[in-house]
């Protein structure tokens, strides 16, 4: 009797866990109306998209429609969460950052970093690219460690992932901000520093316009990007573990690299 009293408590136990378990998991699947109010508290959500980096997003000269990854998985999350999508494009990753930190939009896609995460909530990342440097074909600058050196100047996108990483981490070299990534190449070569720095893709096709450049091997830094909402919102715990599962299921459904495929992306890999 007491044998079969102990298994019928213990299946009661396991019918109980496995209810809180399904509840749990159905509450990582949706966002609550409170927090969908605050998360997008003008009824559409208001997603900034970083033309700052061809990686993630494009837009055609002639239409001005936008296209690449990061158009994707915003318009996926607005269907999850029957939102319309208002797509409002920057030129750089600082301006996305202060539009979100003023509340201007309700979304960004942008690299994680230590100095953005006072305000900005990150998800887990959804894409690794690399940031590496490139100098003149007659540089005697052979490597990546041989930049850190006093005398040698860095000309880096103002505001950019790789110009907050090597403002903390360069030691001896000192750094020239360009107005954006894409000006980086052009301001090298009109005569500004000794080593230009940026996303590796950015840097291998805006150099296709110039002679005489070449690649350092490998990367200085790995670039991890994620989704990022601001942390002045109620609730945004709740808005960004729901994110972060969305994520989660993007990357593990193959949703991101076909995403990366369609749109030709090259050099960059899914995060683990």
């Known amino acids: 009797m007491k044998l079969l009293f102990s298994l019928a408590t213990t299946l009661a136990l396991l019918c109980t866990a ?99 995460g006072a305000d900005i909530s990150y998800t887990p990342a959804y894409i690794q690219i690399e940031g590496a440097y490139m100098v003149k074909s007659a540089s005697p600058i052979q490597v990546n460690e041989e930049v850190d050196v006093a005398g040698t100047e860095i000309v880096v996108g103002k505001g950019s992932a790789y110009d907050l990483y090597l403002t903390r981490e360069i030691k001896h070299a000192s750094l020239l901000r360009a107005a954006s990534s894409q000006a980086v190449v052009d301001d090298f070569m009109s005569g500004k520093g000794s080593v230009a720095a940026g996303v590796k893709q950015q840097l291998e096709s805006d150099a296709k316009r110039y002679e005489g450049l070449r690649m350092l091997p490998g990367r200085f830094m790995v670039i991890h990007q994620a989704i990022g909402i601001p942390k002045a919102r109620s609730n945004y715990e709740n808005t960004n573990s729901y994110l972060s599962n969305v994520i989660a299921e993007l990357k593990q459904s193959g949703f991101v690299a076909d995403s990366m495929k369609r749109h030709n992306i090259q050099g960059a890999k899914v995060a683990d």
């Not at 318009?75 to 539009?99: C, H, M, S, W, Y």
Request: a negative charge; charged letters at 20%.
């Open 18 to 116: 496995q209810i809180a378990f399904s509840q749990s998991f159905k509450d990582m699947k949706t966002l609550d109306s409170t927090s969908l109010t605050s998360f997008a508290p003008t009824g559409t959500l208001r997603v900034g998209i970083n033309l700052g980096n061809p990686i993630l997003a494009n837009e055609d000269p002639n239409t001005k429609h936008l296209f690449g990854v990061t158009i994707d998985i915003a318009n996926e999350i607005g269907k999850r969460i029957q939102l319309p999508v208002e797509l409002i494009p920057f030129k750089t990753a600082g301006a996305t950052v202060d539009a979100v930190k003023s509340g201007n939009i309700d979304l960004v896609f942008v690299a994680i970093d230590p100095v953005r």
